[in-house]
């Protein structure tokens, strides 16, 4: 591989790393306290209705992920190592 | 961090971190990570019943994020995934109930776990072998890196088989294969999966390289599109047993989902006989893991 394709793509690393740790601290901030209280009590108290929430807040969390740093790393003009 | 779920106090980078580990080999490798984020998220504190439920949460959402990776770059045959689904499902349910009509004999225990053994150390030093007489070829007869393969006999076999209805698989490169060979496939990988109570992607990816000759590109984005549907399966029967924290998944899931971007985008870089030479470390490290339990638990004496 071309050592100017290697430093983009460390480049494209790197960033992808910056954001999604921004992203953990984020949902470990804000996300994670407003979703714990209805998460926790609705584990106690109907089981089917939580899986089938947490399967779909998982599905969407994927989802949104994805499209966000597909979406950065187009404006940031990386995308031609994807 | 207290996760109110579990009630156990556990550093979201840590898991996240996990994730990303975990992320990685999902990407690069098409496997769901349970051998190695299981242990891990054990050692974190995370209680055992947690363990198993929230770790398939996790791999719902990583594999989403690298099977979309891999079908950018053209590397998933959906057909060929949703049809193995089938005969999966079938073998989970099988080798479930096998194990449970084994429960009721002494040592089943120390003798599934000395059978899962040697079948990783088989597929491991097979795979090994493979690719590692697949890059000699490439040095010696300069033939395509890409399309090089060590050992192509049971392909060419497992295509002559002639059992109605026969089916194609234009996005893999098949013109034409028994479907009752792709059903078979699924249940194999299904039954261990079911017996030995691990993900199928250790053994699912060499078999589709090995029996039914797909690029290993192409296996490692089918096989990551079959365990989003198997895990997501899994996930919703772990929680509605109460099996699963998902607060912790959705941490976890964080990291893993730029583990397996970075590893899913890294398969463009390194050809097929590459892959699986790295690949043929997994299964041996999953072997020494089961070695370990048995040892430690007692099971099995020197």
Redesign the interface.
Known sequence: MERKKIRVLLRNLAIELIIYAILVIIYSIIVLRLLSEPLTQLFHTNLVTYAFAGLGLIVAQGALLDAVTSFLLKQLGLEQLE | ?EF??TGVTIN??LL?GIGFLVGILGGFFGVGGGFIAGPLMFWAGVPMNFVVGTDM??M???S??AT??HR?LGHVDIKLGLLMVVGTILGVECGAQILEALKTVGSMDMVIGLIYIVILVVISAFTAWESLRALRMVREERIDVQEAMGFEGVAQRVYRINLPPMVSFPASGIASISLWVVLGVGFITGLLAGMLGVGGGFIRMPLLVYLIGIPTHVAVGTDLFEIVISA?YG??TH????N?D??M???M???A??GA??GA?ST??FAGPRIRLFFSALPLVGALLVLFRLLSGGMLHF
């Open positions: 961090m109110p779920i979201p980078l996240a949460a996790h719902t959402g990583k989403i994020v979309r990776r950018a997501g996930t919703l929680a509605v047993k109460g699963v998902i607060l998944a959705l941490v899931q964080t990291g989902a730029i971007q970075i985008t463009r870089f």
